[in-house]
């Protein structure tokens, strides 16, 4: 098990795609949203997951995290019990500071750029770039799994 430890922040304009490194298509569902512990399933080209997330701090920066790789066929098997509908982004890898911000446009159920970074400490020092706009870490709103 790991920690968890992210900012999220809402995405002011494109100019990051000048410095993307990879792409994903993700489609991602959850198996449960209990706020104590999230399970999802998700499906990026052609690799797969199930991921068990623990009750985020006070603040939303830190949270337990488990993950398995399983076949996409398993992956698909556990998204047709999910409900409602799946969610569908396009995930952009941006290097910035020697850390790793991912930037996720969604398609389905909303239509919404987010950005994230994992930091290795909570008090790690993140200046954030210019195309990012107001940090939204710890507003349940934004979790994917309220999408």
Known sequence: ??????????????SYLNHTTAVWEIKQAYLSKDPVRTVRVRVANNQAWIT????????????????????????Q???AL??????QKKRYIVPYQGLEIVVDVFKTPKVMTLAEVELPT????FKPPQWLGKEVTGDPAYYNSQL
């Open 1 to 14: 098990m790991n920690l968890e430890i992210e900012r999220k922040f809402l995405v002011n304009n494109d």
């Open 52 to 75: 068990v997330k623990g009750k985020s701090s006070d603040n939303g920066l830190v949270r337990t995290e488990w993950e398995k790789e399983i076949s996409v066929k398993e992956a």
């Open 77 to 79: 098997e556990l998204l």
């Open 82 to 87: 999910c409900l409602p509908h799946p969610i």
């Open 122 to 125: 909570a008090d790690t020092v």
